[in-house]
């Protein structure tokens, strides 16, 4: 992604023209950036546009009373509700081309409506209505900042309407009329070039902020992994025993803040050194393995926590949990394990040695957390159990007295 963006940033920031549009999902993206805030200044600058418009009844009142009411007519009477309704219909953001579209049309529609209100009326008005046609374009180019194309099609329009006024115009002289087409088509022209200088710089500038907000995503995810590798173990994925310290102590001034009962399982692997030294490390890692997601398969919510607390040796956390439930989690794991078995193991490295049984013992504790009681107490008492079941003959639950 930041590549993508990285040769959009690079396409945008040279010297010649460029297409103002971005490969189909970034273009989606940055269209779902600006599209509220540019329907709302829409909105606001459209209700400007339309009171300066309607101001000019003033003008037309003073400058021509003969014909007002014919002013008052197009600007009261057919482009204000025009203009009002596209102006409104902002509110409900619509799409890009609908929002482009329509105050395009709107604005040359407002440049042809004065140059029909000051055709052959005047010298005065003809020479008024180019004004008022610069004055239209600076705005619809350089103010509300139509996106380009839009921008340049208005203008267009505009400059045609300009055109066909000029050559019926009565009252203007040749180079007058000449003198009116330069300005419009110089404001045009500089506009133009001030529009596309600024679209190509809010796309940047939404580009430069994409890959920021990119490289900082990247950056968290790749935090979020050191973590991660941090807190785990190697070979099983559970969590390490520095992580088991942490959490334990996190998850005991839980217990002791709710005053709720508080659970230890420690889980041997057995015969795993007898294991380990007929069949090789790499069976020994397998069975590893394959106990760590059983035992992740016992686990029964959220809170439950599981580690590997050393060589062999697993333990779990069970917050909330009394010695029945603890028992029967233990259980659980017990008869997974003596069900799914170990791995497949290479016998014929060793054809002569006794079978050895996939089997796991347990060691239970559960308290019920104090302020100041040492957790370490209740990690030594599932340890007890632990070491109970073995004495015991393995493959078996201990509980803790």
């Keep these: 992604?930041?590549?993508?963006?990285?040769?959009?940033?690079?396409?945008?920031?040279?010297?010649?023209?460029?297409?103002?549009?971005?490969?189909?999902?970034?273009?989606?993206?940055?269209?779902?950036?600006?599209?509220?805030?540019?329907?709302?200044r829409f909105w606001w600058e459209g209700l400007l546009a339309i009171c300066i418009f309607d101001a000019f009844l003033l003008a037309d009142y003073l400058g021509?009373?003969?014909?007002?009411?014919?002013?008052?007519?197009?600007?009261?009477?057919?482009?204000?509700?025009?203009?009002?309704?596209?102006?409104?219909?902002?509110?409900?953001?619509p799409g890009k081309v609908f929002r482009e579209a329509s105050f395009a049309g709107m604005l040359a529609f407002a440049a042809l409506s004065q140059l029909y209100l000051d055709s052959n009326q005047n010298i005065v008005a003809s020479a008024y209505a180019q004004t008022a046609l610069v004055a239209v374009i600076v705005f619809a180019n350089t103010s509300i900042r139509l996106q380009f194309p839009y921008a340049l099609v208005a203008s267009m329009a505009i400059m045609l309407g300009d055109i066909v006024f000029l050559f019926q115009?009565?009252?203007?002289?040749?180079?007058?009329?000449?003198?009116?087409?330069?300005?419009?088509?110089?404001?045009?022209?500089?506009?133009?070039?001030?529009?596309?200088?600024?679209?190509?710089?809010?796309?940047?500038?939404?580009?430069?902020?994409?890959?920021?907000?990119?490289?900082?995503?990247?950056?968290?995810?790749?935090?979020?992994?050191?973590?991660?590798?941090?807190?785990?173990?190697?070979?099983?994925?559970?969590?390490?025993?520095?992580?088991?310290?942490?959490?334990?102590?996190?998850?005991?001034?839980?217990?002791?803040?709710?005053g709720t009962a508080f659970s230890i399982v420690m889980v041997d692997v057995d015969h795993f050194k007898h294991m380990n030294d007929t069949y090789g490390h790499l069976s020994g890692d397998r069975v590893l393995k394959r106990i760590a997601r059983l035992i992740t398969e016992a686990l029964r919510m959220t809170g439950d926590f599981a580690a590997r607390f050393?060589?062999?040796?697993?333990?779990?956390?069970?917050?909330s949990t009394h010695q029945v439930a603890a028992l029967q989690v233990a259980e659980r794991i017990r008869k997974l394990v003596e069900v799914a078995g170990f791995p497949p193991l290479d016998a014929s490295r060793i054809p002569l040695q006794r079978e050895i049984t996939a089997t796991v013992s347990c060691g239970v504790a559960t308290a019920h957390p104090v302020a100041g009681e040492d957790r370490r107490h209740l990690l030594d008492a599932a340890d007890k159990a632990l070491y109970q079941a073995k004495t015991d003959g393995r493959n078996r639950v201990c509980f803790a007295s």
């Design 169 to 258: 115009d009565a009252f203007l002289t040749h180079d007058q009329k000449l003198f009116g087409f330069g300005l419009t088509f110089a404001t045009t022209c500089v506009t133009m070039l001030a529009n596309y200088s600024a679209n190509r710089e809010e796309r940047l500038n939404f580009l430069l902020y994409l890959r920021g907000d990119v490289l900082i995503q990247d950056l968290k995810v790749a935090n979020l992994e050191l973590s991660q590798m941090a807190e785990s173990d190697g070979l099983t994925g559970l969590a390490n025993r520095h992580f088991f310290d942490s959490r334990f102590e996190e998850l005991w001034e839980t217990a002791v803040a709710d």
């Design 310 to 319: 050393g060589g062999e040796e697993f333990v779990l956390l069970l917050p």
């Design 1 to 40: 992604m930041v590549n993508f963006v990285g040769a959009e940033v690079e396409r945008l920031s040279g010297l010649s023209p460029r297409w103002l549009v971005f490969p189909a999902p970034l273009e989606d993206r940055f269209e779902a950036n600006i599209s509220p805030r540019r329907c709302k």
């Design 64 to 93: 021509r009373p003969e014909h007002f009411w014919r002013s008052v007519i197009v600007r009261l009477g057919v482009m204000t509700p025009i203009a009002l309704a596209v102006d409104f219909s902002m509110l409900r953001k």
